[in-house]
């Protein structure tokens, strides 16, 4: 008796989502290559800087398999310093140019929680917004997401800006986080919007010991009858648990990515593409 295929079991029927006004079939989980705009990304070989590297290094996404690109130009590392929203429009807008131009066809996420930089993207070709902030830390964001009817990235997080990094235990996080998804996907749907992305928001808000029991509960949170999108890439719930370095955790993150796509994850987001990609096609084995 063989093992079924992850799209077979239990896990939610809406699992598709409308990119570049085609539906997008997530029941074959998708990886979203990290692109990040910014001179202070806690991995530092994700910072590209120079044009050409830039593109370059896109191009070996795609050539590896990304079916998104996500670009951010605000770091949300542990005590990243405050970038004021010109700043963060001057760091995404000609990348976003250059990118669309070069390719025109790659679903290209924006990583921002300010609603001005979420429009002004939708201007210039992205076909996603993944907010950090599940439309908390900018007043406009819901507004903006209501004309702009893009797909949207919900994740969990602290309402508080200054404390998204704050942990604190808390045995009832997961019943939380429910209704917190809940809540916010009514309002959502209030505007119109629904296209929506559940992200547990692994690294944020949450103690160590809290990530792994999320990690351990990530199908649950598909009683949300939403896609869901992990992202563990080289992060610190990684390397402090193996203490090692961001540089050192491709293996810890090939090893959650796994978890993930064996409980239902339709979107694995990563520094490293080609892992990623090999973690979906060995785990859909019959």
Known sequence: ???????????????YIRVQDKLMDLTIPKVMGIVNLTPDSFFSESRKQNDSFLLNEIEKMIVDGADFIDIGGYSTRPKAENVSEAEEIERVLEPLQKIRKAFPSVP????????????IGFN???????????????KSMLSTLEKIKLPYILMHVQADKK???KTEENDLIFREMIQYFSQKIHLLNERGLTDIIVDPGFGFSKTLEQNYQLLDQLDLFHLL????????????????KLETSPEEALNGTTILNTRAILK????????????AKEVITLTRLS
């Open 108 to 119: 290209i996420s924006l990583d921002t929680f300010r609603g001005t930089v979420a429009e």
């Open 264 to 275: 239902g994850a339709s979107i694995l987001r990563v520094h490293d593409v080609k892992a």
């Open 225 to 240: 009858d939403r896609p869901l999108l992990a992202g563990f890439s080289r992060k610190s719930m990684i390397y402090k």
């Open 1 to 15: 008796m063989g093992f079924s295929r992850v799209e077979d079991t239990h896990f939610p029927k809406n699992r």
């Open 163 to 165: 404390n998204m990094h």
């Open 124 to 138: 210039e070709g992205v076909d996603i917004i993944n907010d950090i902030s599940g439309f908390q830390y900018d």
